[in-house]
């Protein structure tokens, strides 16, 4: 790495470069399979499974309410140092993917979410949060260099007229984990139902998961390993170097389309808190938390599905089907906060419910269908964000950045919403905060697509131009 390297030709090229040799030859034809090993389908399933493992093992222990803990001080306090650093490393996670590749920019992100159950299993017995906020802090960092890589895979491997489906088949491979993570808590503790903190085996299990997807993030291939059906790869470049990618990552704070992006990537996060210990927390009890949690994770697997179809088949022209998705997350999200709205009205922090409900009791169905919608709509709108981000480029070492800085200012929403709820924020202010960022996230998105979005003939057109200046030059 930052050696110079030969290209076919004989050509000796730095490392980081882009060998105009072979930008010219012929296209590389794979075989037809869509499974074979270096195909994007595979590729992009495994890095599904790495986050079935990892995030969506985590997404599982924070849709607890309170990391599962009766006092949720320590897990707020954990996650807002967690959502610091992954701001900082989620920004810089891009750059570190272009420079190290993604075996170890995957395997040490995967170590740090193992350190992170692992801090709570000890926090079950001793009640000292120093090791917790330690480990949610490394977390960040992990966090930041794992979903830097997942987004640059996910964005930039698959062809671009079929990013959406690519986007929803690992969203529901992700979420899927959260699922499973969710029947934890339920199954282990479903005679417990007096309890209000899990068992030992509850985080024990969590972290078998996780040390699972550390191994499988050891089976992903680098982009130019990668070659699309069309013999495409998804970068010629090996590696990157520091100086490179220092000053492409200062250029996304002056980059329009980047800060067109801001209040989208600010707020899909920032609903968590408000929603696993506000409404997940507050209203249910222990083992019920964790079977809610099934459900929402499973509403998240039909919301990127439906928002994969429409962004991919749903009309012709790319620039449509993308203002299409747009206005229906939209319509879809102002009805949920709406319903959210009606909820909160019926308690709040100084007056919460009496007894929490259980999934026998008769008033569970109209709060459980809500935090279902919760789940629909979380999946809705980051795969809407995540299409809009794979639709400004194809190459995987542009799409890193892209997808780092949107977990970045992503992870700094998160941090600052963590610690809104630690500072006992009123419930309704969290409502209105999160209806009110989401609702300025469509527009924006909408005139993003407008302007930066192109069609395929218009694609076609650009290339075939830049193939008649090359010959001509």
């Known amino acids: 790495m930052g050696l110079p390297e030969e290209g076919e030709n004989g050509k000796i090229v730095a490392a980081g470069e882009e060998e105009e040799s072979s930008a010219a030859s012929p296209p590389q034809i794979p075989?037809?399979?869509?499974?074979?090993?270096?195909?994007?389908?595979?590729?992009?399933?495994?890095?599904?499974?790495?986050?079935?493992?990892?995030?969506?093992?985590?997404?599982?222990?924070?849709?607890?309410?309170?990391?599962?803990?009766v006092d949720p001080t320590a897990a707020n306090n954990a996650l807002t140092a967690l959502y610091t650093t992954f701001a900082v490393f989620g920004i810089l996670g891009g750059g570190i993917y272009n420079i190290l590749g993604p075996h170890l920019t995957l395997f040490a992100g995967c170590s740090t979410y193992v350190l992170y159950a692992g801090s709570f299993l000890?926090?079950?017995?001793?009640?000292?949060?120093?090791?917790?906020?330690?480990?949610?802090?490394?977390?960040?960092?992990?966090?930041?260099?794992?979903?830097?890589a997942q987004?640059?895979?996910?964005?930039?491997?698959?062809?671009?007229?079929?990013?959406?489906?690519?986007?929803?088949?690992?969203?529901?491979?992700?979420?899927?984990?959260?699922?499973?993570?969710?029947?934890?808590?339920?199954?282990?503790?479903f005679h417990r139902t007096e309890a209000v903190s899990v068992n030992d085996g509850?985080?024990?299990?969590?972290?078998?998961?996780?040390?699972?997807?550390?191994?499988?993030?050891?089976?992903?291939?680098?982009?130019?390993?990668?070659?699309?059906?069309?013999?495409?790869?998804?970068?010629?470049?090996?590696?990157?170097?520091?100086?490179?990618?220092?000053?492409?990552?200062?250029?996304?704070?002056?980059?329009?389309?980047?800060?067109?992006?801001?209040?989208?990537?600010?707020?899909?996060?920032?609903?968590?808190?408000?929603?696993?210990?506000?409404?997940?927390?507050?209203?249910?009890?222990?083992?019920?938390?964790?079977?809610?949690?099934?459900?929402?994770?499973?509403?998240?697997?039909?919301?990127?599905?439906?928002?994969?179809?429409?962004?991919?088949?749903?009309?012709?022209?790319?620039r449509t089907r993308g203002l299409l998705g747009i206005g229906i997350v939209a319509l879809?999200?102002?009805?949920?906060?709406?319903?959210?709205?009606?909820?909160?009205?019926?308690?709040?922090?100084?007056?919460?419910?009496?007894v929490k409900l259980d999934f026998q009791d008769s008033g569970f169905a109209g709060p459980f269908v809500l935090y279902f919608c919760y789940g629909l709509l979380d999946?809705?709108?980051?795969?809407?964000?995540?299409?809009v981000i794979g639709a400004l480029a194809d190459d995987s070492e542009i799409l890193s950045r892209y997808a780092g800085f949107y977990k970045g200012v992503q992870s700094a929403g998160a941090a600052v919403s963590w610690q809104v709820d630690a500072r006992n924020a009123p419930f309704l202010s969290q409502l209105i905060a999160n209806w009110t960022l989401t609702t300025i996230s469509y527009p924006l998105l909408a005139v993003l697509v407008i302007l930066a979005v192109k069609d395929d003939n218009e694609d076609e057109g650009e290339g075939k131009v830049k193939a008649v200046m090359k010959a001509v030059h």
């Open 31 to 69: 075989e037809k399979s869509l499974f074979r090993y270096n195909s994007p389908l595979v590729q992009v399933v495994l890095i599904g499974l790495v986050c079935f493992c990892c995030p969506g093992m985590f997404s599982a222990l924070s849709g607890l309410g309170g990391g599962g803990q």
């Open 122 to 148: 000890y926090y079950n017995h001793h009640q000292h949060q120093a090791f917790v906020i330690a480990a949610g802090a490394l977390l960040g960092i992990g966090a930041g260099l794992l979903w830097a």
């Open 151 to 189: 987004g640059a895979i996910m964005t930039s491997y698959p062809p671009h007229h079929r990013k959406g489906i690519y986007i929803s088949m690992f969203w529901s491979i992700y979420c899927t984990g959260g699922v499973i993570g969710g029947l934890i808590p339920f199954v282990l503790n």
């Open 202 to 318: 509850t985080y024990i299990g969590f972290m078998v998961f996780m040390a699972l997807g550390m191994i499988i993030s050891l089976a992903i291939l680098h982009p130019s390993c990668v070659i699309r059906g069309d013999g495409s790869t998804c970068t010629n470049i090996k590696y990157s170097n520091v100086s490179t990618e220092a000053v492409e990552i200062l250029k996304l704070f002056l980059n329009w389309k980047m800060l067109l992006m801001v209040p989208a990537s600010w707020a899909s996060n920032f609903f968590y808190s408000y929603q696993f210990n506000n409404v997940n927390g507050v209203l249910f009890n222990l083992r019920t938390r964790g079977l809610n949690n099934v459900f929402y994770w499973g509403a998240q697997i039909i919301g990127s599905v439906v928002v994969g179809y429409l962004m991919d088949f749903s009309f012709k022209s790319r």
């Open 332 to 354: 879809l999200g102002t009805a949920i906060w709406g319903g959210g709205l009606a909820n909160q009205l019926d308690y709040s922090r100084h007056h919460e419910p009496e």
């Open 379 to 387: 999946a809705m709108f980051q795969s809407m964000v995540y299409w």
